[in-house]
């Protein structure tokens, strides 16, 4: 059975950080997204998707730093390396932890500042142009000029902002090679 001390511990907050980050990402990226567009009309999909994102990005930058401030201690046959954010900086960890972990927080922070309000705002434009056009972004072409420049635009944003997703998600496993290469 395990010791009270084990909850004064940073291990398992880590584990569980880090598990809540590659679920949620697994999920909204490669389920829910997906399943939520095939199922849902698309003015229902974007209202979900436009709660969803500032959610799931704020936890794309807050999970990877509270990885690193829990980051435990690894014991070798020398000594033990330091934990927590003095841990991560340590020079045998910058590829490995660093990296990783940054490149997370990074991907949340682009898409939660920078990329996720311009498709907002793109989206917002698009349905403002929709009603002056009285045709949908979506439907069949063809569309004004000013509808195929947002339409180009929102394609853009969101290519973006899926390629971005996809180096987060990517870093992420590779932090849990490293995670699980720690526990043998």
Do not use: C
Request: hydrophobic letters at 45%; glycine letters at 8%; a positive charge.
């Amino acid at each position: 059975m395990a010791s009270t001390s084990l909850f004064y511990s940073a291990a398992p907050y880590h584990i569980i950080s880090y598990g809540t980050l590659l679920g949620s990402e697994i999920f909204q990226s490669f389920i829910g997204g997906i399943v939520a567009f095939r199922s849902l009309p698309r003015a229902q999909f974007a209202t979900l998707q436009s709660a969803l994102f500032p959610i799931y990005f704020s936890m794309q930058s807050v999970l990877p730093v509270l990885l690193a401030l829990t980051f435990p201690a690894e014991r070798t046959a020398i000594g033990t390396t330091p934990s927590s954010l003095s841990g991560v900086l340590h020079p045998s960890n910058r590829l490995h932890v660093l990296t990783p972990l940054a490149i997370v927080f990074g991907a949340g922070l682009a898409n939660s500042l920078v990329i996720g309000p311009q498709t907002t705002k793109t989206m917002r434009l698009r349905k403002h142009q929709e009603t002056k056009d009285g045709k949908r972004s979506y439907d069949a072409p063809p569309h004004s000029p000013e509808m195929q420049k947002l339409n180009r635009k929102f394609g853009q944003l969101h290519g973006a902002s899926s390629l971005v997703n996809l180096f987060a998600v990517l870093a992420t496993i590779w932090y849990g090679f490293t995670l699980g290469d720690r526990l043998l």
